[in-house]
C-alpha cells in the first residue's frame, strides 16, 4: 500500500489493476483498525464526520475542524475524529486543545459529549492505541504516510456520513472505491485544487459513494454558492492564529475566503448527511448556522463540556 501512495505522490498514475488492488489494501487496513479500535455507539443520527488526510503541504487554517461546529449548528450531530498535526503547523487537535477543548477525553465520555452536545472529538490514539506506537516516527517523518490516509476511514463511532478530503486527485476514486465496501450510509471524497477539501480557488474533484454505488464529478466555488478567491486568503498559521480564526469566523467577524472555505466544506456535510438537496442546499444551511450563532454555540457547547 505504501508504494502505491508513493506512486500516486509521485505523480504516476496507477493500472487498472493497481487501483484496485490499492482500494482493497486500504479497505482491509482500515478494516483490520477498526477492530482493534475503542468504539463507541452515540444514540445520534446521522451521524457525520468532517476529516481529511492532511498532507497537502498548503498550511491552510482548519478547515475541517471549523466546519464541525458549523455541521453541528445546522442540526447534524458531528463525531469528530482528528490527531495533532504531523506535517503542518496546526492539526485538528492543535487548534482545538487551543480553543479550550478537552481533547483526550475516553470513549465513554465523548459518547456522551455527543449525545448532549451533538458534536464530540475523538482524539486518535485515545481511540487507537495501536497508533501511540508510530506517532513519534511519523513527527520525526515529518511526511505522509499511509496513516494519513487511513486516519479518515476509521472512524471509530462508526459515522453514518463522511466528507474525506484527499491530498492528490489520484487518491480520490481509491478512497471512495474503499469506502463503498464499508458500513457507511454516504460519503463525499474531495480534492479542492491541490488541497484536502473543497477549495474555493478552483474546481474541486468530488466523489461521491452512496452505498456500494461511486459517482465522480467536479463542482466550482459558483455551484456551491461562494466566491472565487486566492489560494493564499485561506493560509493558516499557528494554533493559537487558526483558533482566533475558528472564533472570528464562527462570531461572523471573519468573511472573505475563510468564510467561504468554511461554508464549502460544511455544506457538503450537511448534503452529504441526507439534510440538504443538494450542496448548494447544504451551503445554505451552513450559513444560516454560522449567522444565527448556532455554530458559536456548538464550539462553546464543547468547550464547556466536562469530561
Known sequence: MEAYIERVAAGRDLTTAEARAASTALFEFARGMRAAARTIEPDRAPLVDT???????????????TSAFVVSGAGVPVAKHGNYSVSSPSGSADVLEEL???IDA??????????????????????????????????????????NVLGPLTNPAGADAQVVGVYDPDLVPLVAEALSRMTLDRAIVVHGAGLDEF??????????????????YTVTPADLGVETHDLAAVAGGTPAENAADVRGILDGDVGGAKRDIVLANAGAAVYVAGEADSLAAGVDAARASIDSGAARARLDALCEFDP
Open 51 to 65: 476529516c481529511g488526510t492532511g498532507g497537502d503541504g498548503h498550511d491552510t487554517i482548519n478547515v475541517s475542524t
Open 106 to 147: 475516553d470513549p465513554p465520555a465523548v459518547e456522551r459529549c455527543i449525545e448532549e452536545r451533538d458534536i464530540g472529538f475523538m482524539l486518535a490514539p485515545v481511540f487507537h492505541p495501536a497508533m501511540k506506537a508510530v506517532i513519534g516516527p511519523r513527527r520525526e517523518l515529518g511526511v505522509r504516510t499511509i496513516f
Open 199 to 216: 477549495g474555493v480557488h478552483g474546481a474541486s474533484t468530488v466523489a461521491e459513494v452512496e452505498g456500494a454505488s461511486v459517482t465522480e
Open 100 to 102: 479550550g477543548v478537552a
